[in-house]
């Protein structure tokens, strides 16, 4: 099983919540996440509805419990790994997260090869740090992979990994080959030294076993085509994919044969059946008949949504990756939704 989860897909595909999600439905019973944000949005401290994350490594939430263990309460007060109140079952792991900033991270690296201390404090002050990030953007991905990277080979004083599993939102699906591929953007950076040496350490993660790209998407045109577009350059860097997560799922109202039923338009019995129920009578004019069209067209239009994603689901069948699905939430997503969508994703299977 993967240990680390990169996280990416088109703008709008709700990728961050995805990978919140992901984090929750890895922290099964005493297992520790680290979910981790590489953009600066603070986009993670909203959907956990906690303040913005700093540059540490903070507990932000328990997975949801066991199937069958009574509901926990608040999820960031109850303490990870107890038995759950009369289920006797436990409770899920913890969750934290990280928000990489490349400066930081530019002088944690700095002071860790070449012990520059205070002097690298004063090359932020005067702006060398953002000026090395901006003029050498693969210097940059190479920190902010580095760190998450480091998150998954660390172990404590016994041994053993300090997480289980570490999940990156990552940037979007149009820049996740060349974000992850960093030892080919370092290449014209640095042929030798410590900046070379880190890149390679980066990429023996990425692309081993233990690292997994997932991509969200959207049963849409564009979204699906970008996913077909970024696992084809995934596969091309060696990079290895994981699965596809189609979000914001919608059911179909109708079966087979009122979809055909609607496609076409049909009036024959629909008067009839508005009648029947007691909106009028079925007589031409009358306010069943009225109401024919106005129906008619939605669901027309409900027909043509249906068949066209049918189309892009099996477009992203031929990918030959697996699938998950996860409904669209009416309310929008709070933080009672993203355990829902956890859930969802656990019951799943690994992913």
């Known amino acids: 099983m993967s240990r680390l989860h990169v996280v990416s897909g088109k703008g709008g595909t709700g990728k961050t919540t995805v990978a919140a999600a992901l984090a929750l439905a890895l922290a099964t019973e005493g297992r520790r996440t680290l979910l981790v944000e590489v953009e600066g949005r603070q986009g993670i401290a909203q959907l956990f509805e906690t303040e913005a994350l700093p540059y540490e490594e903070r507990k932000i939430a328990v997975g949801p419990a066991s199937e069958g263990a009574a509901p926990w309460g608040s999820p960031r007060t109850e303490s990870a790994g107890e038995p759950s109140r009369g289920g006797g079952r436990r409770s899920g792991g913890e969750v934290h997260a990280l928000a990489i900033?490349?400066?930081?991270?530019?002088?944690?690296?700095?002071q860790m090869f070449y012990k520059l201390g205070s002097a690298g404090r004063a090359l932020k002050k005067l702006g060398a740090i953002d000026f090395a990030t901006t003029i050498a953007p693969g210097l940059r991905?190479?920190?902010?992979?580095?760190?998450?990277?480091?998150?998954?080979?660390?172990?404590?004083?016994?041994?053993?990994?300090v997480?289980?599993?570490?999940?990156?939102?990552?940037?979007?699906?149009?820049?996740?080959?060349?974000?992850l591929n960093v030892n080919d953007e370092v290449a014209g950076l640095a042929k030798i030294g410590p900046i070379h040496n880190q890149a390679q350490a980066v990429m023996r993660v990425l692309k081993s076993p233990e690292t997994a790209v997932h991509l969200v998407t959207l049963l849409e045109e564009m979204p699906v085509q970008e996913t077909a577009d970024g696992v084809a350059e995934l596969r091309a860097a060696g990079i290895p994919v994981g699965g596809v997560v189609i979000n914001m799922t919608r059911p179909a109202l109708l079966d087979n044969g009122d979809l055909d039923i609607a496609a076409r338009g049909a009036r024959t019995g629909v008067a009839k059946a508005l009648s029947e129920a007691g909106l009028g009578g079925a007589r031409r004019g009358g306010l069943a008949d009225r109401l024919i069209d106005p129906l008619l067209e939605q669901a027309r239009e409900h027909a043509e949504r249906v068949e066209l994603e049918r189309a892009e689901y099996a477009e992203l069948s031929a990918l030959g990756l697996p699938t998950y699905e996860l409904e669209l939430l009416p309310e929008g997503v709070d933080l009672a939704g993203l355990y829902h969508l956890a859930r969802d994703l656990r019951k799943q299977g690994p992913i």
Do not use: H, Q
């Open 101 to 110: 900033d490349a400066e930081r991270a530019l002088l944690d690296y700095l």
């Open 163 to 179: 997480y289980d599993a570490v999940v990156m939102d990552a940037p979007p699906t149009g820049r996740i080959t060349r974000f």
């Open 141 to 161: 991905d190479v920190l902010l992979t580095g760190k998450a990277c480091e998150a998954v080979r660390r172990k404590d004083k016994n041994g053993k990994f």
